[in-house]
């Protein structure tokens, strides 16, 4: 899996090779206890996102976005905006939002392949 942020470079590079991670799971599944493991790493995700990746946030509001749409036009503006704020953040870019159809069409397609990763 491709790293989504911080959270999950320190699992990569620190928790699991160091042994971390398998000792607490080996604790908490003793103990029938939660470690709070996942919930601190998407949280680290979140808040350190790694360059060009998308926030859980992000990936849930895609999501639901490309399951309903058509491929010809947006429910809203709102809609809009929210795709070019998410392509702005993600790409490190400053577009403008805009009824163009190529312009729209490549946001589109930019985001997709950034969800295909996620």
């Known amino acids: 899996m491709k790293s989504r942020g911080l959270g999950d470079d320190i699992e990569k590079y620190i928790t699991k090779p160091l042994g971390i ?3 607490v799971d080996t604790v908490a599944d003793a103990l029938d206890a939660d470690c709070g493991c996942e919930k601190r790493k ?3 995700n979140q808040w350190f996102p790694k360059r060009g990746s ?3 946030d992000e990936h849930a509001f895609l999501d639901m976005f490309f399951a309903t749409y058509n491929g010809n036009s947006l429910k809203s503006e709102q809609e809009r905006d929210m795709l070019y704020a998410i392509y ?3 790409n ?3 577009e403008e939002p805009t009824s163009c159809p190529p312009c729209l069409k490549r946001i589109v397609e930019n985001l997709r392949a950034k ?3 996620y």
């Open 115 to 117: 969800f295909n990763e």
């Open 92 to 94: 490190k870019a400053k």
């Open 21 to 23: 991670k398998k000792v």
């Open 54 to 56: 998308l926030r859980q």
């Open 42 to 44: 998407e949280k680290l």
């Open 88 to 90: 702005n953040r993600v």
